[in-house]
C-alpha cells in the first residue's frame, strides 16, 4: 500500500535521480499525479532550486498536445516541487527532470552562469530515496510534514510501478547511437557545403553569387527546419513592437544575440547571457536585480499549421489572464508587489535574409524577476515580437 502525503494517497517513489526525486500518487479529486521535488540536502543549493523553477517556467511555456498540464507547483518553500497529472501517452514532470539531468551533473556542484563569468557552488548531498519532507508552503494545497517514510534503498522504488516506465528510455539507448548520429551528421554537413560550394562557383550568369552571401539553403536541409547550419540570423532595426509594454531598445541600446541554426535574431541588455541547446531552446540570465530569467524556446508548427493546429497551439499556452494581440500571437503580463511575468506564444514565418521559408514556427517566451526587471522584460519580449514576422 501506498502512503498519505498531504492531500495526496497510496503515493510511491517512483525515481530518483541524485539531487531530484520523483514521487506518484492520488490528489483528493481522485486524479492520479506525479510530483518532482528536489532531495532534502539539494533544495538548500541555491542553483539547483532556481534550475527548478527556470525548468518550471520553461515547461508552461513550450507544454504542446503531448504533455501532462501542471497542477500546482510552490518554488519558493524548504522544499520546492512541482506536480503534473499522470496519463498514459502524455509526459509528466520526467519532461522536467531529463532537462535538468542535462543542463548539469546529478550531484555535486551546478555551474551557474553569472554574466560572462561561471563559477561553481559548493558539493551538495545527494537523495536518500525518502519522501521528502515539505513545509513552509505558500500554496494553500501544498503538502504538509510527511505521514510515514519508506526506508532507504534502491534509487528507483523497487515496488513502483512508474519504474520501467520511467527508465525505459535510458535503457533503450543503445551505447554506440550518440557516434554513430554525430557520424551521420558530418557526412550530411559535408555533403551540403559541397553542394553549397559547387552552387556559388557554377556560371550563374546573372552574378548572384556575390550577392547572397553564401547564406543559400543546402539541399541537406530538411524542408521547414529553420536556417542552414552555421548560418547566422540577422537582427532587423525596424521600429520596436510595443505589445509587451511602452519599453523597447533604441538601436544603440543592448546586444544581439545571433545564434548558428537559429531562425531569430533578438537582442538582451549588455549585462545578460544567453545559454542555447541544440533543440532551438535559450535560458537567458544577468546578475542584478533589474535583469530577468528568460526562458525561449522554438518549435516547428504541427500539421500545416492550419487554423485548426493553430488553435491546438494556443490552446497549448496555459498563460494567466491571456491577451490575444492578434491571431497568432497571446501575451500574459502579471505584476506583484514584488514580481512580474511576461509570457508570450507566437506562431511566425521564421525571417532568413529578408525573405519567408516556407515553414511556421512557434516561439514561447517566459521572461520573470522581481519588480526591478519589467522594464527589461518588456524590452527583451517587444524585441522577439519584432524580430518575429506572423504568417
Known amino acids: 500500500m501506498g502512503r498519505t502525503l498531504g492531500p ?16 506518484q500518487g492520488n490528489d483528493d479529486d481522485g486524479r492520479e499525479v506525479e510530483i518532482l521535488t528536489l532531495g532534502a540536502a539539494s533544495s538548500k543549493d541555491p542553483a539547483r532550486r532556481a534550475l527548478l523553477s527556470d525548468t518550471v517556467a520553461w515547461a508552461h511555456a513550450t ?28 509526459r509528466g514532470v520526467e519532461r522536467m527532470l531529463e532537462r535538468m539531468l542535462a543542463m548539469g551533473p546529478r550531484t555535486g556542484p551546478l555551474p551557474v552562469v553569472n554574466g560572462p563569468h561561471t563559477t561553481q557552488l559548493p558539493a551538495v548531498g545527494t537523495a536518500t530515496g525518502h519522501i521528502p519532507v515539505l513545509s513552509g508552503h505558500t500554496d494553500p494545497r501544498g503538502i504538509p510534514p510527511v505521514v510515514s ?8 522504488a523497487p515496488a513502483s510501478p512508474m519504474s520501467s516506465y520511467v527508465t525505459r528510455a535510458q535503457r533503450s539507448r543503445p551505447p554506440w547511437l550518440v557516434p554513430v548520429v554525430l557520424v551521420l551528421a558530418v557526412l550530411i554537413l559535408g555533403t551540403g557545403g559541397f553542394l553549397v560550394y559547387n552552387g556559388f562557383s557554377g556560371d550563374s550568369g546573372d552574378g548572384s553569387a556575390d550577392g547572397d552571401h553564401g547564406q543559400t539553403q543546402s539541399d541537406s536541409q530538411p524542408e521547414g527546419s529553420g536556417q542552414p547550419s552555421g548560418d547566422l540570423p540577422q537582427w532587423s532595426s525596424a521600429t520596436q513592437s510595443t505589445s ?7 538601436s544603440a541600446d543592448g546586444k544581439v544575440n545571433a545564434e548558428p541554426g ?14 542555447f541547446n541544440p533543440n532551438l531552446e535559450a535560458t537567458c540570465h ?12 522554438v518549435t516547428k508548427c504541427p500539421g500545416d499549421c492550419a487554423a485548426k493546429d493553430r488553435k491546438n497551439v494556443k490552446d497549448g499556452w496555459d498563460f494567466p489572464s491571456p491577451t490575444n494581440v ?10 506583484d508587489t514584488s514580481k512580474t511575468t511576461v509570457q508570450l506564444g507566437r506562431i511566425f514565418h521564421p525571417p532568413f535574409n529578408g525573405e519567408t521559408l516556407g515553414a511556421k514556427l512557434v516561439l514561447t517566451v517566459t521572461a520573470k524577476g522581481p519588480t526591478t526587471a519589467e522594464d527589461n522584460a518588456q524590452r527583451i519580449v517587444n524585441d522577439l515580437l519584432t524580430q518575429t514576422p506572423v504568417p
Do not use: H, N
Open 244 to 250: 509587451a509594454g511602452p519599453k523597447t531598445f533604441t
Open 326 to 335: 492578434d491571431k497568432f500571437t497571446v501575451l500574459s503580463t502579471l505584476d
Open 63 to 90: 507544454r504542446g498536445p503531448a504533455d501532462a498540464p501542471i497542477l500546482s507547483a510552490d518554488l519558493e518553500s524548504e522544499q520546492p516541487y512541482v506536480v503534473t497529472v499522470r496519463q498514459a501517452g502524455l
Open 286 to 297: 544577468g546578475g542584478s536585480p533589474d535583469m530577468p530569467s528568460v526562458t525561449i524556446a
Open 149 to 156: 517514510t519508506p526506508p532507504s534503498g534502491s534509487p528507483v
Open 262 to 275: 537559429w531562425p531569430i535574431a533578438f537582442k538582451i541588455p549588455d549585462q545578460m547571457a544567453c545559454d
Open 8 to 23: 495526496f494517497t497510496d503515493v510511491s517513489t517512483a525515481r530518483v535521480d541524485g539531487a531530484y526525486e520523483i514521487y
